[in-house]
């Protein structure tokens, strides 16, 4: 009841080309670079490109100024910020893209590079998660489009437009929602226990993800695999709960990684078949929010090995369910949040040894340690909240506003004194 939701129809074979076609089997690996190949057909790019422009004339029919503020999200709307600029010349328009932006060269590989960095340079703002994705950007804009380019400000201005490229680090509500039902850590490990038949003296491991190829999921288990090896002292007293849902199924990347996982789980067990309890439990579904923080606040490690990621907020999720100042996250070099998460152990998902040996100094760290870290972690996250990532935005937003009513308002002043100056003359 808060605000009015318009939704834009597609049909099945619009959603085909433009939300599988297009924007996840190509942008999505292509940004990414998870090592998947992206697919570039140019049906799915004509549907793409049809899809942006229907969102494009559903904003201007629901704008009520002729300088409206349009937020536009993501990376299924990368032509987006143009239409609604040819159509609304004076809307301030904040884009933010939630993925990752590579470097030129890898951008390089799409054959429509210059319709999509032109499209986004509509935007009044143009936000990623990190300063190191903002600079990619202007790096690809640099190389591929013809426009002038302002390191100090970080700003590009195409056709007499200038757009500010900005860093802004999505975050979680704080506190979250969902740990306001959440029973004491005490209960939710004797929960969790129960329900997956773990002995008290058991560590647990958590890793949850949808099945994505850009999550990690494999190599994580190959680090299990490397620590039990290095470690057999911890063969029986130690699992890793991997909670994934299905995700994109109809595209055979996604369908093929969550068979070849169960594979690799099986095939994991079965070496350690002497121990009492198998090292990975794969539980594949959907979980609710509630049962996600139940299993962050009943383990003792959290794992996310993003191969890529813009931040990936199950980081910060995790940090915001330990309430206790417990547990340690395994966070990938890779993902955006260790940018901000510094405290966390900061691994190198590609490299399963040196992985298997940060998670061997996750399960023996003092609890002194863990509520050093934690501590300082669950205040970053706190501070630097998901309504300060909008708020900030917003404010940057009022203040382009006023820089426009300011200067058209100089600007009407000089044409009247040089209409008088005629006048006079």
Partial sequence: PDYTLRRIWISEDEQDGYYYGLANEGLWPLCHIAFTRPVFRQEDWDIYKEINTRFAD????????????????????????????????????????????????????????????????????????????????????????????????????LGGEETFVRPYPISIEWPPHSLSKQKSISECRAAVRARHGLPDDVKIAMGIERFDYTKGILD???????????????????????????????????????????????????????????????????????????????????????????????????????????????????????????????INPYDGYSTGEALH??????????????????????QRNVYRWAGQML???AALQKRKRLLGTAEHASAECVAARGLAL
């Fill in 361 to 382: 100094q996750a399960l023996i760290m003092p609890s002194e340690e863990q509520r050093a870290r934690m501590r300082l972690m669950r205040t970053q996250v706190s």
């Fill in 58 to 157: 559903a904003v201007a029919v629901e704008a009520r100024t002729s300088s409206p503020l349009v937020l536009i999200q993501d990376y299924h709307f990368a032509l987006l910020p143009r239409l609604v600029r040819q159509r609304l010349p004076d809307a301030t328009i904040i884009t933010f893209w939630h993925i990752p932006w590579p470097n030129s060269e890898t951008f390089s590989i799409i054959p429509w590079r210059a319709e999509i960095i032109r499209g986004l340079l509509g935007s009044s703002v143009l936000g990623f998660h990190t300063q190191f994705h903002c600079n990619n950007f202007l790096e690809t804009v640099d190389r591929f489009i013809e426009s002038r380019i302002d390191r100090e400000a970080s700003s590009v201005t």
């Fill in 395 to 397: 404010l940057d937003a």
């Fill in 220 to 346: 994580r288990m190959r680090a299990v695999e490397a620590m039990l090896k290095a470690h057999p002292q911890w063969r029986g007293k130690f699992v890793m709960l991997q909670a994934a849902a299905p995700t994109r199924t109809r595209l055979a990347t996604y369908k093929d990684l969550q068979e070849e996982a169960v594979r690799l789980a099986d095939e994991i067990n079965s070496r350690f078949s002497d121990c009492a309890i198998a090292p990975i439990k794969l539980v594949i579904r959907h979980h609710e929010p509630d049962e996600v923080f139940e299993l962050f606040r009943a383990c003792d490690v959290c794992i996310v090995s993003s191969l890529h990621d813009g931040m990936n907020l199950v980081a910060k999720e995790f940090v915001a369910a330990r309430d206790d100042e417990n547990g340690v996250l395994l966070l990938s070099s890779f993902a955006g949040a260790s940018r901000e998460l510094t405290e966390a152990l900061i």
